[in-house]
């Protein structure tokens, strides 16, 4: 199957490949696609807040919220795909058994570019949810109050995929032979986690305690 056909599948085509034997769609692809339904769950509360009288005095910062969280869901969504491509060389050079010196430093050296650019896409995955995240909790604290469950439920899908992301940054860089290249994406990813994962958590608390103190 071409890496191309990934996103056309049905959710349950898609459900059983990943369940298979081959190594992709694997969790970076998986992230990818939990961001971007989060994005969607955002977007909805978004785009159920726009043109209600009721929120007109939020009505114009909504539609600039719509257009951004647009472009995060299908960033996601094509990055389902780029994650898939970007294990391709990674996938060739484990097979590859270099017998001579000259060979060994040539498949070392393409070993740790493959590492590094496997890192990349994982790496925006969880730029794109952190942002997901902070529109999630202006959904939470602005959209329209029958959806700001979906809000919540955005925040925490979100960060689910990017925890599920570092882990594909993590064991790639457990691999490289540059540590200090690795431990500068670790540092990274780690930061990203640790601050937009207490955002997340906020945005959940703040809307969990809101749905159970007050009336819609």
Known sequence: MESKEYMDLSCNDFIDVV???APIPGGGSVAGLVGALGAALGNMVASLTVGKKKYASVE???????????????????????????FEPLSKLYKVK???DEEKRKHERQMENALYEACQVPMEIISQCGRAIE??????????????????SSAVLCKAA????????????????????????NSKC???????GAE????FGYTANRLMTTTI
């Open 98 to 100: 270099p017998k001579t």
């Open 135 to 152: 529109l999630a909790g202006e959904f939470a604290k602005k959209g329209n109050r029958i959806a700001i469950s979906d809000a919540a």
């Open 19 to 21: 369940a298979g034997e």
């Open 200 to 203: 997340a958590d906020y945005v």
């Open 60 to 86: 114009e910062e909504m539609q600039e919220y719509i257009i951004e969280i647009r472009s995060i869901q299908q960033n996601l969504k094509e990055l389902v795909q780029a994650d898939i491509e970007s």
């Open 162 to 185: 990017m925890k599920a992301a570092s882990l594909n940054i993590y064991i790639n860089t457990s691999m490289m032979k540059d540590k200090d290249t690795a431990d500068r994406l």
């Open 190 to 196: 780690a930061q990203h986690i640790v601050y937009y």
